[in-house]
């Protein structure tokens, strides 16, 4: 299906104008939105007379939304359709979904997560190695943690492997932690950062699929269940974020890096550069099949979109527009 080492887009999103820096519409932004600025910064004028150490809204301190990107290394469609995967199916018929999104060539894990939250393609971020090491030079490339940061928005990764440290631009993360563990353990610490810092953009990576994938196969019945596991890890993080209301506030995006066939990826085959993407959350269109081509890149810049961050005229990726309610 897929010949090109870039995925043909057929989104009709195709100019090279600047983004405006309008926001998505969602309902709790709707409506009397200025005024209640006014009136937030008044009677946090009137707080801070008498709470010494309370912080009104600044501009270095906005009161904006969430993203939280969730990255199921090696995650296949039909996989995710396949194994026993009750949460991830609830947010898929609950958002907006593509089961036929474009990773970028090669298709592996740093090189497309690299284009994932950087908005272009690897002809432009120049990373096609799959290996980084503490120590190296990180992403030259604008990053939607830079981009964010510059923002006054707080930024973290949470993810299971040191090479994720290629996106770890100096002074572009609040939080930057490696759990080298499967997606039980690194589910808590990322849901323990989020719960007492609510962090307004939170990357996480679950390698659980890709290991098994590697170990016994693609769409092998321990891969699904490595699926399983991580749409479990899922359940525990949506289920934090209702009980703490972060829900009502967040973009969730879950998608992966690539997908993978037999025993590995990296090839441009359909099994390869397949993968899901998923989004749920405050005005998002429910159970709606996204018709455009989704590519890769497109998570940076649906994120900053969001999250009322510009957009870089210069990227590849294009905000997905159409899952927003109008
Ligand atoms: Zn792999």
């Known amino acids: ?35 209640m600025k006014i009136w937030t910064i008044l009677i946090g004028l009137f707080l801070s007379l008498l709470v010494t ?13 969430r993203v939280v990107v969730v990255s199921i290394d090696g995650a296949r469609p039909d996989g995710i359709l396949q194994a026993v995967t009750p949460t991830i199916t609830r947010l898929w018929k609950e958002g907006s979904y ?81 759990v080298p563990h499967l997606a ?61 209301k972060l829900v009502r506030e967040t973009l969730l995006i879950i998608t992966a890096d690539h997908g993978g066939h037999d025993f590995t990826h990296g090839t441009t085959l359909p099994e390869d550069m397949t993968i899901p993407w998923i989004a749920v959350g405050p005005g998002v269109r429910e159970g709606y099949e996204i018709p455009d081509q989704v590519v890769i890149y497109d998570t940076a810049a649906t994120v900053l979109l969001f999250l009322g961050t510009p957009i870089p005229a210069h990227w590849d990726g294009r905000p997905l527009r159409s899952i927003f309610r109008p």
């Open 1 to 35: 299906m897929q010949q090109n080492q870039h995925p043909v887009r057929f989104s009709a999103d195709a100019g090279c104008l600047p983004e405006p820096v309008s926001r998505p519409n969602v309902p709790h932004m709707k409506g009397h939105w200025r005024s």
């Open 53 to 65: 150490d309370w912080v009104p809204v600044t501009q270095a301190n906005p009161p904006a939304l």
């Open 98 to 178: 593509s089961f036929r999104a474009q990773t970028i060539s090669p298709s592996t894990t740093l090189p497309a997560t690299t284009s994932m939250l950087t908005g272009i393609s690897p002809d432009r971020h120049g990373e096609r190695d799959n290996n980084w090491w503490p120590g190296e030079a990180t992403v030259t490339a604008e990053t939607v943690f830079s981009l964010a940061k510059s923002q006054g928005l707080k930024t973290a990764m949470v993810v299971t492997k040191e090479k994720f440290g290629f996106l770890a631009r100096p002074g572009s993360l609040d939080h930057f932690e490696v």
């Open 184 to 244: 039980p353990d690194v589910v808590l610490r990322a849901l323990a950062y989020l719960k007492s810092e609510k962090p307004h953009l939170l990357f996480i990576h679950f390698a659980d699929a890709d290991i098994t994938g590697h170990l016994h196969g693609w769409m092998s019945p321990e891969y699904l269940i490595a699926l399983q596991t991580v749409d479990e890890a899922v359940e525990i993080l949506l289920r934090m974020m209702e009980e703490t």
